[in-house]
């Protein structure tokens, strides 16, 4: 059984999603969001970020992490924020020694509900197929689980368990 973290970067609500594979089967784990606060500084808000993320981490001691890329859109300022968010969703794993993969969100899209241009209604009631029972703290959550199960499909976690049995051997 391999541990898989999904995380949906955003720097005033940061999606996480944990999900446990074995084999084909998916089974959720845990989900939610770490929040900031839009009055503090940025620094500030990207640490508060970082100890959330961080305490998830330890938490749940996923073995791998799949993230989202960003897209740029038409305001070059709030893309650089996002992209610093992101940047901690980059970090933490890597801190904890952990390969990231990283998912286009057409991608994840397309992977979850076999079209990339999904809107997130149709990604919700998809994961909640694959995750069945599972409660969302939040559309970041539920997007954040998406990002678990693209991993799990595209690999990542595959990947990760043969490096375990070859160390191990």
Known sequence: M???IGIDPGLRNMGWGVIDVSGSKLSHVANGICHSETGMELAERLLTLHAQLTRVFVTY???TAAVEHTFVNKDGVATLKLGQARGIALLVPAQMGLAVGEYAPNNVKKTVVGVGHADKGQVAHMVRMQLPGVRFEGPDAADALAI???HAHHGGASS???AVARASA
């Open 2 to 4: 391999i541990r898989v």
């Open 61 to 63: 001691r996923p073995q």
């Open 148 to 150: 678990a199960i693209t």
């Open 160 to 162: 990760f368990a043969a």
